[in-house]
């Protein structure tokens, strides 16, 4: 996940119910964002959930900037 943006972690969880990911950015002062969470089906993340991720974690660098 690093290729998404800088400080952006994911935590990966397996259970009897599946495999599930939550991506998260804890970059800011007293804050942690989840970006998204997701059930995982596959090897690799869908375009689709990548994208979600990129365009979350873009709009909070914005809020985040105008602080």
């Known amino acids: 996940m690093n290729n998404l943006g800088h400080g952006i972690i994911e935590i990966r969880q397996r259970d009897h119910n599946g495999a599930f990911r939550l991506v998260y950015v804890a970059r800011f002062a007293k804050r942690i964002y989840v970006l998204h ?3 995982k089906k596959t090897q690799k993340t869908s375009l689709q959930d990548l994208n979600i991720i990129k365009k979350r974690y873009q709009a909070l ?3 985040e900037n105008e602080r």
């Open 37 to 39: 969470t997701f059930p």
């Open 61 to 63: 660098l914005e809020i």
